[in-house]
């Protein structure tokens, strides 16, 4: 629910009827008064849509029987799939197309449950989080998170300079991240479950470690995996250190038990809020942004805004090709022609605002 989704959304609404369910943890009230304007508007939850009696519920008071896609960002529609696998068989869902990294997973294990149940599978199921079109959107975003968390830091008196770093994930955003802390004088290790992304940290010259261990020695973390990786209770319990932590999604998605975080008081001293936590004997947690994914901490437009311009142009050019090409199940891209195509339209616009500009 930020300003770089209007655009997007009105886009979508020459074509289409929108549904748009906010995400709770980036909610810019302008933009979502915005946003209210062209479309039919939904608080529904994440926890709500794992009901499968709430999910049908929420189709037919929204869709009827008109056929629609998803768009998602997260996996929200990820858990009940054999619901919505039956209305594809049906016809009315011609697809679902998923933006991140982390949703991209929660359909990978979904569609891998609907194997392990012997039943023939109709989604046509369309990813970007992995689009060579993402790329430039990727390494922005990871580098805002840096230039963010180095903010937050100063208005608490230190800095990145020499600190020992933790950054559990290697994916596209933890790669850049860990590069970007590297690179302003981070003493940086890294850890992936995924083995061959852990060797490739490695390779480049991150010492291989554990996260028990890691957690004793470092003074920063970075979680940019999305896959639960950290309990806040046991770091409540263990840690007897200063750890500030930044998340690059949301506080659910980052850390176990992540309830005894949204029971503490924000703490607003800092310029971004954060949720500030006594830990062990002598130690304190600070979790920057509540939890919360650190680029959504300041939601003006950026440089990022114009990169993730490609992307939206790449689900909206799949929500046709899904239409009127109806793909075989499973998750798929599109191919580099189009995604060719669709950077040589985004590039002649950015020559374009550039010659203005000079």
């Known amino acids: 629910m930020l300003p770089i989704v209007i655009s997007f959304i009105k886009a979508l609404t020459i074509d289409y009827d929108v549904v748009f369910i906010e995400k709770p943890n980036s909610i810019h009230e302008p933009s979502k008064l915005e946003i209210s304007k062209y ?32 768009i998602d960002m997260g996996g929200y529609f990820s858990i009940n799939l054999d619901i919505l696998n039956n209305l594809s068989k049906k016809g009315q869902l011609f697809g679902i197309i998923e933006d991140t990294e982390n949703g991209f997973q929660k359909y990978e294990n979904g569609l891998l449950d609907l194997e392990n149940k012997n039943l023939e599978i109709f989604i046509p199921l369309m990813s970007v989080a992995r689009s060579s079109l993402k ?46 802390l590297r690179n302003r004088g981070g003493i940086v290790f890294v850890v992936d479950n995924n083995p061959t992304r852990q060797i490739l940290a490695i390779a480049q010259g991150y010492p291989e470690i554990c996260i028990e261990k890691a957690i004793n020695c470092v003074e920063l973390v970075y979680i940019a995996n999305g896959e639960r990786s950290l309990d ?19 506080v659910d998605d980052t850390y176990k038990n992540c309830d005894l975080l949204k029971q503490k008081e924000f703490n607003e001293e800092s310029m971004l809020t954060h949720v500030k936590i006594k830990s062990g004997i002598n130690g304190e947690l600070i979790f920057a942004n509540n939890g919360n994914a650190m680029n959504f901490t300041i939601t003006r437009n950026t440089t990022v805004s114009s990169f993730v311009q490609l992307t939206q142009a790449e689900i909206m050019y799949i929500l046709g090709f899904i239409y009127i090409v109806k793909p075989e199940y499973n998750i798929k891209s599109l191919n580099n022609p189009e995604k060719h195509m669709i950077a040589h339209i985004w590039l002649k616009h950015w020559q374009q605002l550039n010659s203005r500009e000079k």
Request: aromatic content about 10%.
């Open 39 to 70: 479309t039919t508007y939904s608080s529904t939850t994440k926890n709500q849509l794992t009901d499968p009696e709430y999910l049908i519920w929420f189709i037919e008071k929204n869709v009827g029987e008109d056929t629609f896609a998803i």
């Open 135 to 180: 790329d430039g959107e990727d390494f922005l975003v990871s580098n805002e998170i840096v230039i963010k968390s180095e903010t937050f830091l100063s208005d608490h008196g230190t800095t990145i300079l020499g600190k020992k770093i933790l950054v559990i994930g290697f994916g596209k955003i933890g790669r850049n991240i860990a590069n970007a």
């Open 232 to 250: 806040v209770k046991r770091l409540i319990e263990c840690n007897d250190k200063l750890l500030y932590l930044f998340s690059v999604t949301s």
